[in-house]
């Protein structure tokens, strides 16, 4: 199988996971499909039915916490919905830029360009599989809670502590209509997850992979300054020299695209994921209620997927700003060096991701949010001790 067409099969699997979370961001003309209308319908009925939920426990700490453990995923995932369907157009021409500009333009594996297509195309496709595996599993588990607790207690419980005021889950057709309607959220928000970290995955992974082949092209560039055989080389190194030119400033708007759609969401997964894991850390130490460890290990793999995948970024633009700033610029001509100049100012441009502007998105501020993370569980711990 090529590259072009482990790539389409990835999205493929994305497409499909956008229609089943109402976010149909390959069809840019059309801002909002029947699923997304479908979507919202979901998204009024769980935040009304919240809040009547909310109110219901507002005497019952424990309960109203176990009320308050998905609101924060929901609130991650409405906002990523609504950022989606307001930027189709440009995450579709992203998506198709990726296509031509990488898979279709190196589609060879003969040459070195082709090989690292191919290595970055299959690693993806790894992740995605264990992404999918990952997210699907928190559903089973959870799932498998209102069973278990059943045939050890002898009583039922819902699969999410939300109710519904159109049905009373006490009865046999209220409790069948509340599972199902807690399934169908449960299993939509799953689409979601995988849908959008693994977009934020795909679009980070291509813009290391065009670093990558940037620097591939630059090694190149300087074998031909050093050759011998400088006036046969001429019309070549020029080529070559463009190209690069080219492909810096390429990655430099493909960044700014990403930081653009990207810094927002960052900042709201980063609230969000904090939220519910303190929210699980309380109900992990004062209950036993095990499907809260699921809550708990999906926001913080979610939480962690984001500061991993920026700081690798972060070491790739280094290596990138390394091996402009290495590069012997004293062997190109007197434009080609004014050029070089230019590329060499622009990194005084910090291309990173960034949580909204407020940190980047990388292993220093993710030590800084574990570290709070910790204080607040010893916290509790001598709390409860």
């Not at 069973?147 to 109710?163: A, K, P, Q, W």
Request: proline residues 2%; charged residues 15%; glycine residues 4%.
């Amino acid at each position: 199988m090529s590259a072009f067409d482990i790539h389409n099969t990835d999205l493929k699997i994305l497409i499909l996971s956008s229609k089943v979370a109402g976010a149909e961001i390959w069809k840019p003309a059309q801002m909002l499909t029947p699923a997304s209308y479908i979507l919202l319908a979901q998204m009024v009925n769980y935040f009304a039915c919240n809040f009547w939920t909310v109110y219901l426990y507002r005497d019952d700490i424990i309960n109203f916490m176990k009320v308050l453990n998905s609101t924060g995923i929901a609130v991650q995932l409405s906002i990523k919905f609504f950022i989606a369907i307001f930027s189709k157009k440009k995450l579709v021409e992203m998506c198709d830029m990726i296509k031509t500009d990488i898979y279709q333009k190196y589609d060879s594996r003969a040459e070195p360009e082709g090989e690292m297509v191919y290595k970055y195309a299959e690693t993806f496709h790894q992740i995605l599989k264990i992404l999918i595996l990952m997210y699907f599993s928190s559903f089973v588990v959870v799932g498998l809670y209102p069973l278990y607790f059943y045939l050890v207690e002898g009583e039922l419980t819902l699969l999410l502590m939300i109710e519904y005021p159109y049905a009373n889950w006490h009865t046999t057709k209220g409790f069948i209509v509340t599972t199902f309607v807690h399934i169908v959220v449960y299993f939509t928000g799953i689409c979601g997850l995988v849908l959008a970290d693994a977009l934020f995955i795909m679009y980070i992974a291509h813009a290391m992979l065009l670093i990558d082949i940037f620097k591939l092209h630059m090694i190149q560039l300087e074998l031909l300054l050093r050759d011998q055989n400088g006036s046969e080389n001429k019309p070549k190194i020029e080529q070559k020299w463009k190209q690069c030119l080219q492909e810096h400033q390429a990655i430099a708007e493909y960044l700014k695209d990403i930081e653009s759609f990207s810094a927002f969401i960052c900042l709201v997964m980063v609230l969000t994921s904090v939220f519910v894991i303190c929210i699980n850390i309380i109900l992990a130490v004062q209950t036993d209620w095990y499907a809260c460890y699921s809550f708990l290990l999906l926001s913080f793999i979610s939480l962690s997927i984001y500061f991993v995948i920026g700081n690798v970024l972060e070491k790739k633009l280094d290596a990138q700003d390394m091996c402009i700033i290495t590069f012997p610029w004293n062997l190109l001509n007197s434009e080609q060096q004014k050029e070089y100049l230019f590329v060499v100012s622009q990194l005084q441009n910090s291309l990173i991701l960034t949580i909204y502007g407020f940190s980047p998105l990388n292993f220093e501020t993710y030590m800084e949010v574990l570290k709070g993370l910790y204080q607040f569980v010893m916290v509790i711990l001598n709390f409860v001790a």
